[in-house]
């Protein structure tokens, strides 16, 4: 796998600040005292994976190698919140983490990300768990190389949580796992506060990047070789508002289709409350902007949608659904479900199922409610856990039903593949995707990687595609 360091040739906002995390880092890397070697662990979701970049990119900078985690000088956890599970795991491994400790008093336990943004978490971690020796938060990760400066100092066990965002700071090192793709953070936050979700809480109010801003750090990773742009946010369908110069996501989109050098382009996530015509329209007309899209439906019912705060019905959902196949030809529609929300009953499970059955979805990730303490949703009555189980297994088995029949539209088909990385079961494979995002194996040499292959699929499952890859002087 190569990976490489970026810095992208552009100044982004919070330009002084960045220049003094910068300055830091420059003192750091001559340090002796420095740690030598890292672990981080990423939870959650792709906005976490980015953050975790910048944690890589700052770790490298100042001269650390990756380590195995029970031998590394600082071991980061960047943690999630959305469920109580992810969270009660956090806890555990640290438990298991202060057993390294004992035996390498010098070693260095950092915690970070939305969890920490969440006061019963501060509380509990202040009073039982002493061997942490840092924490930090979603609104101050960039200033990670100053709060290692200051626990290398001496100044002891390091809190510091923020409750919102000063600025947005920008450009500082990064380093991305694959060289080919990259990812883009378009804005942060969320408005929504769905009455389930912590996110609102832990990530402040929405705030979108100035397009300049975002368009120069792409022009930068094209430069650099990168092929297909991720474009994040929780919610990218509202891009653009509040700036100074509002604009829609599909005129970033029209903008980011314009940069030489990429190829694809992918975004996530959607709100169904604001996707816009202009947006379907946009996904149709532009060229590099891949056809697949992530709607997440959370539940069919009109009801659940209501007390969830949601703001569409059934019927609008499968509204755009249409327009979007409409628009894009074989589009992949992907989405996010929970099943045992406070109050679901047996019929508004199956309207669920119904949308299942009539969007035919590509893929899903399925969660069962997890309480947040909180969120509206935790005072709600909830639901019998044995119940709410037995109808999630039941949406697996119709997902997986539907998956296969799917993918079987692709047999026989020739499709481009970004060539991603060797396959974890078999060295002379290799794993990549499709534009529909479809995960395909086929047979290559892992210099391909990186690279645009076409791949002719001879068969398929519930969850990939296997292929033939042409040779060389076909493609
Ligand atoms: N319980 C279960 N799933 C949740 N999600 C968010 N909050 C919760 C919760 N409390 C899911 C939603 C969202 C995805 C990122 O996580 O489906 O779209
Ligand atoms: Fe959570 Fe809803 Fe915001 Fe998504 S849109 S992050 S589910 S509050």
Known sequence: MSIRN?????????????????????????????????????MGCQMNAHDSEKLIGI????????????????????????????????YGRLGYLKTFKKNRPNMKIALCGCMMQEDVVIEKLKKSYPEVDLIFGTYNIYKFPELLESLLDGSGRIIDIWRAQEEIVE????????????????????????????????????????????????????????????????????????????????????MVNEVEGIERIRFISSHPKDLSQELIDAMGRLDKV????????????????????????????????????????????????????????????????????????????????????GTPAARMEQVDPEEAKANFDELLKLLEEIGRENNKHWVGKRLKVLAEEVSKNDAAVLSGRTEHNHLVHFKADASLIGEMVWVTITDSTAFYLLGEMEKAEEV
């Open 171 to 254: 450009d500082l090192p990064s380093i991305r796992k694959h060289s080919f793709k990259a990812s883009v953070n378009i804005m942060y936050g969320c408005n929504n506060f769905c009455t389930y979700c912590i996110v609102p809480y832990v990530r402040g109010r929405e705030r979108s990047r100035e397009p300049d801003n975002i368009l120069a750090e792409v022009r930068a990773l094209a430069e650099s070789g990168v092929k297909e742009i991720q474009l994040l946010g929780q919610n990218v369908n509202s891009y653009g508002r509040g700036l100074k110069n509002e604009i829609t996501f599909a005129q970033l989109l029209e």
């Open 290 to 373: 891949c056809p697949q899209f992530h709607l997440p439906l959370q539940s069919g019912s009109d009801r659940l949608l209501k007390l969830m705060n949601r703001h569409y019905t059934k019927a609008q959902f499968l509204d755009e659904v249409r327009r979007l196949k409409e628009a894009v030809p074989d589009v992949s529609i992907t989405t996010d479900i929970i099943v045992g929300f406070p109050g679901e009953t047996r019929e508004d499970f199956l309207e669920t199922l119904d949308v299942v059955r009539q969007v035919r979805f590509d893929g899903a990730f399925t969660f069962i409610y997890s309480k947040r303490e």
């Open 6 to 42: 970026l810095r992208p040739n552009y100044r982004g906002e919070g330009e002084e600040e960045a220049r003094r995390q910068r300055e830091i880092i420059e003192r750091l890397k001559l340090r002796e005292d420095k740690p030598k070697t890292y672990y981080i662990a990423t």
């Open 59 to 90: 770790m490298e900078e100042i001269g650390a190698s990756p380590a195995a985690e029970s031998e590394a000088d600082i071991v980061i956890y960047n943690t999630c919140c959305v469920r109580e599970n992810a969270e009660q795991k956090v």
